[in-house]
């Protein structure tokens, strides 16, 4: 399983970068307009952080076809880890399937059901991104029955780009639980989350028990010397 930052800060994706974990970010327009920068400046130095290989989302703001075409193929110019992001809408789904098949990738944005996951697949989608919190956020309880029902989706049928089903709008640990259980091949999540992956109670008990252990092991040992 693929696990993203789903942040636009530089430091946050050094950190995450030096656990060795990262295989992509992802961005969109508000995470961007957190950190006062200039869009295409920001997604480059993140490209230059992560290196070679991992997948960088940067996302169309043009609502319209035309203007999302163009600024779909400007955007995929920037750099080779570049993933164009386009929301699931009649000129997202348009701009993708005119695009992909002349290589470039793309996620697929504000999913929230199996149809449109299912639309993204057959326009030439990469990743589709399935937003979980807000459907959460909602209390419906129905946010990882589309997940899952996608993931099947996926896995049973040929697309044109072999799609895979992105977890996104990641609010907690649990939700990345879920993720996993249900065969996700990636999941997108902010910073303060993955960092909450490392935590357990029993792990910080276990390392001052160990530490404690092997001090009066020291100190029996130089009693007796
Ligand atoms: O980057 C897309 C997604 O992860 C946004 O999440 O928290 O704005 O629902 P959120």
């Not at 386009?86 to 000129?91: D, E, F, H, I, R």
């Not at 989608?125 to 959460?136: T, Y």
């Not at 249900?182 to 276990?206: C, R, Y």
Request: glycine fraction near 6%; hydrophobic fraction near 45%.
């Amino acid at each position: 399983m693929k696990l993203f930052v789903d942040t636009a800060s530089l430091d946050e994706v050094k950190r995450a970068s030096e656990w060795g974990l990262v295989d992509g970010v992802t961005t969109n327009p508000s995470l961007i307009a957190r950190e006062n920068v200039p869009y295409r400046k920001r997604v480059l130095e993140i490209c230059d952080v992560v290196g070679p290989g991992k997948a960088v989302s940067a996302e169309c703001i043009e609502p319209e076809f035309d203007k999302m075409l163009a600024e779909a193929r400007d955007i995929a110019k920037w750099h080779p880890n570049i993933h164009v992001k386009v929301p699931l809408t009649p000129a997202g789904v348009e701009v993708m399937a005119r695009l992909s098949p002349q290589g470039v990738r793309f996620n697929c944005t504000l999913i929230f059901s199996l149809p449109q996951a299912l639309l993204a697949a057959k326009a030439g989608a990469k990743f589709l991104s399935i937003f979980v919190g807000r459907v959460d956020d909602m209390g419906s309880g129905e946010a990882f029955k589309t997940v899952e029902d996608a993931v099947d989706m996926v896995n049973t049928y040929e697309f044109p780009n072999q799609p895979e089903v992105l977890v996104a709008s990641v609010r907690s640990p649990l939700q990345i639980v879920e993720a996993v259980r249900v065969g996700a091949q990636i999941t997108t999540a902010p910073f303060k989350i993955l960092e909450e992956l490392f935590h357990h109670p029993l792990t910080d008990a276990g390392i001052e028990r160990f530490a404690k252990d092997y001090q009066e092991a020291l100190a029996h040992a130089a009693r007796n010397a």
